[in-house]
Nanobody
Framework: QVQLVESGGGLVQAGGSLRLVCAASGSIASIAAMGWYRQAPGKQRELVATITRGGNLNYADSVKGRFTISRDNAKNTVYLQMDSLKPEDTAVYYC????????????????WGQGTQVTVSS
């Protein structure tokens, strides 16, 4: 069964750091872009950062200079290092990946993790 499993969320004080990890597992032929999104209570899910297989990066303006996304292609894993955290970063963080998987046919599918809570206290 193909899945994305996240870890690393938690409670931290403002100014602190957390590192999120997302590992893709199962029968996966290839992985294209991977990324992180977040959803705060009462708000829509929004992009935090993405990284292509080749290492091209994209960040939301609100996290530039504070968050760093990286990936290990050999481990099918994407990371999000979050520094200088602010209370407004509080949200459920979701991992996303575009995976080449064979179901009835071999094709690209968009997968999501179950989400991990990040809470930043002031």
């Amino acid at each position: 069964q193909v899945q994305l499993v996240e870890s690393g969320g938690g409670l931290v004080q403002a100014g602190g750091s957390l590192r999120l990890v997302c590992a893709a597992s199962g029968s996966i032929a290839s992985i294209a872009a991977m990324g992180w999104y977040r959803q705060a209570p009462g708000k829509q899910r929004e992009l935090v950062a993405t990284i292509t297989r080749g290492g091209n990066l994209n960040y939301a303006d609100s996290v530039k200079g504070r968050f760093t996304i990286s990936r290990d292609n050999a481990k099918n894993t994407v990371y999000l290092q979050m520094d200088s955290l602010k209370p407004e970063d509080t949200a459920v963080y979701y991992c996303n990946a575009n995976l080449l998987v064979r179901r009835d046919i071999l094709r690209w599918y968009d997968y999501w993790g179950q989400g991990t809570q990040v809470t930043v206290s002031s």
